[in-house]
């Protein structure tokens, strides 16, 4: 359970709309962005310097990550066997994000970030996103600021750490080390160039507009808990009805008898669904063309894999060559919440993916991708709340997947809240559960998928 | 955590040393025994009936399982690349124990069950003991007692409920469904033929004496804890002064502080260690031969991998036939128990093994494997305690394996408490816990791996 000091501490931050600290968040990521120079272009994949293409497409030091071919058989979904690309990134990064309290209020400490693939290139970012290779310094770039903080931690108070999955549909077993580190009120922390410390609802209104927080800064964000033992105190409760829903919903459902009756459900699942999959050559995938420049699929679905070259002034380095992943545009996840029994609860899913470490997690209510489907018939269940009546609409925001792998790659973030009497026809694989439920789960480990926690983040 | 209630049940179950409902667990366990007729022979592995070996060795329904090669890579231990073969069984089983209260104690119903390689072919095993292609009765044997306690638990007190892994030395991430179910005390429980009730204690006292207790059956024990909040009451403490102490450590260290320190450390451990592992054909194996009979190690080391034929009058199907892994013999286990601060504690290693889900979980003391060494030089870290002095041993039991699917696999069980004043000099990798931590980390998921487990039953 999270420690309920936190809790509270965490709730009265996202009360807070503005700070001394950063008087103007969008201004700080404006003036970051136009400081530093960044360009991306298109280079043909099989003449990426410092790449080799063969069996797989892999960094000549070895390192980094490889693009590989899988085949995977399933009887989860509507199609029971294809091969396709994938991510390759077996190190365990760190995605950890440092907290302090300033002011009698919990600020945490934001980088604006340069990432290739995002759409608005400059994001709020995780005090420090680094994978192995970064921090032990592969390349030779700067170090990575702020890491001692998460690599020497044990005189620290560590308020979460674990290690979280990643876009399961992209990436074999990729996870990252998720961590939130708290410094003493006493202790001076630098704010280097390109960082400021933001309160919780300074991050709250940057991710309800979207493309400014960034996808390793949503899956730790997504660790917070409001849950404390008494309920929230009176000069804590949001004004925000809808807030005030989600507060509340964080202190229901955490208890070890609903997580075991949770984590049963999941095994009942996972033992209904099968998934093999196997690392091939890229040649021997079907159904997808191997060029010189791009790999795609032979009806242009799902995505492409493509080379690009970055030149960038605000980065480790200033420039670098890599393959990335571009998925079809207008991907969708949504989330439907109702409120029941007078608490809020939101509707999961398990779903398998193909590189999720233990087959399937809880993903949110509709993953909605247009390359997967043919035509209207091939939406998944539930996909018509995507265009739900306006008034129930809590959230619409596009955010960025991993824009140091994926390019252009934004996708649809929908949060719905269905009437208390509207009755939802879910198949078995979904269920209700409470955002207390969920947080207990995400600190066990891999229970919830990446999109699911960056739908929760966007709920904080 | 553990409900308490069943925490002081199992507790006073564990003094239970006899009862009426078998009087004689040595004597129920030989009269099964000979009441059947077993037969175990080795034939060639290109000529198995119903399997056909090629790239991988697999059943011709495509279920089961498989035997197949892969290559290893790793920073962990002496051996940095090797390929073997490995056991490759995807489906996920129920490993499931009924429980019940009967004249005020808690019983567990255990099935007498002959398991073609173990070294005493019939043993306790747990009351349902069967893979997903069993109970989905493939090859139409007769269906599983028992079988529908645990497929529809929704009304029913699921006490424990896991997946966990099971040998990944010798198993590509395999992992069982762990259950522990209660039946009201008003429930009437047809007792099959080959069934039994027998207490806790009386498990104990199988488990001392080694090769009584299958290894089916100690992964679902290894799920009970003592702990409870208040400690045991007075009627409740153990005569016996080491068992008092084991009973005293599963009360400490539970708290989620604790387990929140020790899943830091292990994330720690898992991004020093490196793990890459693919599936390749059985023939791309260096150092292996691949007979018609057998496939063996070129020095003989590690294991073999064998062709058996089985009749048995006491299974599903009385005759079939199989491959299985025979380990090189003389496996050792050992766990190292110390008082240190007024409780027990064991000190447990984070472990890299191939066929893990998630590249290392906590392991034993030590494993002592004479087939992985050339030489005493190579013995591993604190190996020296295997041979303690005798009046340091409080366990040394001979257990088997999986006798389903490992022939003569049988794992010498040591547990050595050495005094409070002896300093033990580990490595970085390996750390103290309780048995309540210990406990609260096997809820959570895969962090306790097989061996380590076994060797806690054997606590119990």
Redesign the interface.
């Known amino acids: 359970?999270p420690?309920p000091m936190f809790s509270r501490a965490f709730l009265a931050s996202s009360l807070a709309s503005d700070t001394a600290m950063t008087p103007d968040p969008d201004a700080f990521l404006k003036e970051r962005s136009a400081s530093a120079t960044h360009r991306v272009d298109e280079v043909p994949l099989n003449a990426l310097p410092g790449w080799r293409a063969d069996d797989a497409i892999v960094h000549d030091s070895g390192r980094f990550f490889s693009v590989e071919g899988v085949s995977v058989r399933t009887n989860f979904g509507p199609v029971p066997e294809w091969t396709q690309p994938i991510i390759v990134q077996?190190?365990?990064g760190i995605l950890g994000i440092l907290v302090k309290r300033i002011g009698g209020v919990h600020h945490f400490l934001m980088q604006a970030k340069m990432e290739p693939g995002n759409s608005d290139l400059v994001q709020y970012a995780a005090t420090v996103q680094a994978t192995?290779s970064n921090y032990e310094r592969v390349h030779g770039g700067r170090s990575t600021p702020y890491l001692d903080y998460f690599l020497e931690?044990a005189e620290r108070r560590?308020v979460f750490?674990?290690?979280l999955s990643e876009h399961g549909d992209w990436y074999l077993f990729k996870r990252n080390?998720n961590m939130i580190v708290e410094v003493p009120e006493d202790e001076d922390v630098p704010v280097a160039e390109d960082f400021t410390w933001l309160t919780l609802g300074q991050l709250r209104r940057q991710l309800q507009r979207g493309n400014r927080v960034n996808m390793n800064a949503r899956t730790v964000l997504s660790a917070i808990s409001y849950a404390t033992a008494d309920g929230p105190a009176a000069d804590d409760e949001p004004r925000d009805p809808f807030h005030r829903q989600v507060v509340e919903s964080h202190t229901v459902g955490g208890e070890?008898?609903e997580v075991?009756?949770a984590?049963?459900w999941l095994?009942d699942q996972?033992?209904k669904y099968?998934?093999?999959v196997?690392?091939i050559p890229l040649d021997d995938m079907h159904e997808w063309v191997r060029g010189t420049d791009v790999i795609r699929h032979l009806e242009d679905r799902y995505f492409r894999i493509v080379g690009t070259s970055v030149t960038a002034t605000s980065r480790e380095v200033s420039t670098w060559s890599q393959p990335m992943l571009e998925p079809t545009p207008g991907n969708v996840v949504a989330l439907l919440c109702q409120r029941q029994s007078g608490v809020l609860r939101v509707l999961v899913q398990a779903m398998v993916q193909p590189g999720l470490?233990?087959r399937l997690e809880l993903a949110g209510t509709v993953h909605l991708s247009p390359g997967r489907y043919t035509g209207p018939e091939d939406r998944p269940p539930l996909a018509d709340y995507v265009d739900a009546p306006e008034s129930w609409v809590r959230l619409d925001a596009s955010q960025s997947e991993d824009g140091g792998r994926f390019l252009r790659a934004d996708t649809r973030h929908l949060v719905v809240e269905v009437p208390e009497d509207h009755v939802v026809q879910a198949p078995d694989n979904y269920r209700w559960m409470t955002l207390g439920l969920l947080s207990r789960l995400m600190?066990?480990?891999?229970y919830v998928n990446i999109e699911a926690r960056s739908l929760i983040a966007c709920l904080l």
């Open positions: 359970m420690e077996p190190d365990i192995q931690h560590v750490d674990q290690l080390r070890d008898a075991s009756a984590i049963t095994i996972k033992a099968t998934l093999d196997r690392r470490t233990d600190r066990a480990g891999y």
